[in-house]
C-alpha cells in the first residue's frame, strides 16, 4: 500500500492563479480531509468528506473548493491563489473505525507571491 | 468550542526524560493522540489514548491523562537526538460525522546531544 499520496510536493504561484492539489489513498477509507500548517498555528482544517460525493467545509474554507467523486481522490482546488493561502497543506484519510486513526500524506509546500 | 493548547518548545539532553504538556477544552473528546512530526515530513501516529483511561505505556511512551483538568501529556523516555520533532496533540469526537481532528500548535522539542 502507497497509503496517501500528494502531487506536488512544492508548488510557486502568482498572485490570481489556480491550481489544483492531488490527494489519492489506497486504504478504502471513507473519510478524507484537507488541513493547513501554518507556523504556530498547528494544523487547521480545510474542508473534509465522509465519504464519495459528500463534502463540507472546515474551519477555514473560503478560498478552497473539493470535490470527491471516487472514495480514492479527494482534490484541493484553489481558484485565485492569494498571498495568505502560503501554507504546507495536509490530506489525511481515516477507516470508520471507532478509534478514528488518521493518516497523513507528506504534503504540499505552496508559495504564493 | 473545540481548543487545544500546548507550549511551543522544549529542549532536553539525551538520555534525559522529556514531558510535554497539552490542554484541551472539549470534554466530550473520545479519544486523543500524539502525533510525530519530522522535518520536512507529514504526520505521523504516535499513539493515543481512549478517555475512560487515565495512564497508557507504549515502550518509551507514557500517556496520562486527567479528565477532570483536561490534562493529557507524553512523557518520552531515555530522549536520543531521533526524538527531535515537533510533536502535536490532538482530539476527536469520535461519534460525530466529522472524524477530523482538532490539533494542538505542537510543540517543538530539541534533544541536546
Known amino acids: 500500500n502507497a497509503g496517501v499520496t500528494q502531487t506536488p510536493k512544492f508548488q510557486v504561484l502568482k498572485t490570481g492563479q489556480s491550481m489544483t492539489l492531488q490527494c489519492a489513498q489506497d486504504?478504502?477509507?471513507?473519510?478524507m480531509s484537507w488541513y493547513r500548517q501554518d507556523p504556530g498555528m498547528g494544523l487547521r482544517l480545510i474542508h473534509y468528506s465522509v465519504g464519495a460525493g459528500i463534502t463540507d467545509q472546515g474551519e477555514v474554507p473560503n478560498g478552497y473548493n473539493v470535490s470527491r467523486s471516487t472514495t480514492e481522490d479527494f482534490p484541493l482546488r484553489l481558484l485565485s491563489a492569494a498571498p495568505s493561502q502560503t501554507s504546507v497543506y495536509f490530506c489525511?484519510?481515516?477507516?470508520?473505525?471507532?478509534?478514528?486513526?488518521?493518516?497523513f500524506g507528506p504534503g504540499t509546500r505552496l508559495t504564493v507571491l | 468550542g473545540e481548543d487545544v493548547e500546548q507550549s511551543l518548545f522544549l529542549s532536553v539532553r539525551e538520555g534525559d526524560s522529556s514531558v510535554i504538556n497539552c490542554t484541551y477544552t472539549?470534554?466530550?473528546?473520545?479519544?486523543l493522540y500524539w502525533y510525530k512530526q519530522e522535518p520536512g515530513a507529514g504526520l505521523q501516529l504516535l499513539t493515543y489514548i481512549f478517555s475512560n483511561m487515565d495512564m497508557k505505556q507504549d515502550q518509551r511512551l507514557t500517556v496520562l491523562l486527567n479528565k477532570k483538568d483536561k490534562h493529557l501529556s507524553l512523557r518520552i523516555a531515555d530522549t536520543q537526538t531521533g526524538d527531535s520533532a515537533i510533536y502535536f496533540c490532538?482530539?476527536?469526537?469520535?461519534?460525530?460525522?466529522?472524524?477530523?481532528?482538532?490539533f494542538g500548535s505542537g510543540t517543538r522539542l530539541q534533544v541536546q546531544p
Open positions: 490532538a482530539e476527536s469526537m469520535g461519534d460525530t460525522g466529522r472524524r477530523a481532528l482538532t
Open positions: 489525511a484519510s481515516s477507516s470508520s473505525g471507532r478509534r478514528n486513526e488518521q493518516f
Open positions: 472539549d470534554s466530550s473528546s473520545t479519544y
Open positions: 486504504m478504502n477509507h471513507e473519510y
